[in-house]
């Protein structure tokens, strides 16, 4: 059984979501609705901190693509942080560092966020 925990916190303007476990089609739902939430708070700067992400599945990549635009359209973003060299060879197969805003650090990923 795949288990995901998902912890929030805010940091100036942005929230930052921390990922723990394995982002599948278990556990897909439970960030939708996290990301869902704030941005039904007003909430569009979120940054995904993957640090302690062990495992990105197909589910858990088309969840982080369909949010991008909504928060983009709010003047926000999706800043995707901390991912190991291979979930990030995942993405980069994909091609979606093209698309995505993708730092190596929370605080680098924070100031993607600045003007």
Known sequence: MTFLDIA???R???WIIHLK???D???HEMLRETIREHMAHGRHQILLDMEQLTYIGSSG???I???VQPLRDQAGDLVLTGMSSKIFKVFDLLGLPALLTIRPTVEEGLQAFKP
Do not use: Q
């Open 8 to 10: 929030s916190e805010a």
């Open 65 to 67: 693509l369909s949010t």
């Open 25 to 27: 089609v278990h556990t």
């Open 61 to 63: 990549i088309e969840v």
């Open 12 to 14: 100036g303007t942005a």
């Open 21 to 23: 476990g394995f982002l």
